[in-house]
């Protein structure tokens, strides 16, 4: 299923991707979900995609063509360039593996890359770029998140019980 169409329709408003973030906000509340207002305007979507739409996904559901703000790294859609190449397979409420077609136009990496770091100060990967200017070929992946998959498996309530060595766990 399309991120769009599942955002669409959680929030019964055909205009949400033209909406304001204040609106979105607004529109939260009325859906009962806690949103931080600090959030960028995608942040607002995904946020309410992660708390009211994944929960739900308990069959196993590709996510297909999130927003390109959520992946600098992928590449874009040919048909609706505001959206990536990209599926997510949501299993028993949450996201297990995430895959995507890398980007490998290095002008638009590069334009993706600055985008994504905003206003936060951070170092762009320019061994990447310069990798992608040489022609470095397509590449793509799927990442299995283990932990997740045992807390599948396993029923576990939280990813911190899933951690090998307790020694690492947080708190």
């Not at 509340?29 to 946020?47: Q, Y």
Request: with cysteine; hydrophobic share 40%.
């Amino acid at each position: 299923m399309a991120y769009k169409e599942l955002i669409l329709g959680a929030t019964n408003d055909a205009d949400w991707f033209s909406r304001s973030k204040e609106e979105k906000l607004a529109a939260s509340i009325k859906l009962g979900i806690e949103v931080d207002p600090g959030l960028e305007d995608f942040e607002v979507t995904n946020d309410i995609f992660e708390k009211l739409i994944e929960p739900t996904l308990i069959q196993p559901t590709f996510v297909t063509h999130i927003p390109v703000e959520l992946c600098p790294l992928a590449k874009l859609n040919q048909q609706d360039p505001s959206t990536l190449d990209v599926f997510e397979l949501c299993i028993n409420g949450q996201e297990i593996a995430p895959a995507y077609s890398e980007q490998n136009d290095p002008l638009l990496q590069r334009k993706m890359f600055k985008d994504q770091v905003g206003e936060e100060i951070q170092n762009l990967d320019q061994d990447f770029l310069l990798a992608l200017e040489h022609g470095m070929p397509p590449a793509g992946g799927m990442g299995l998140g283990i932990d997740r998959l045992v807390i599948f498996l396993t029923g576990a309530a939280n990813i911190r019980d899933t951690i090998l060595f307790p020694s690492l766990r947080p708190g």
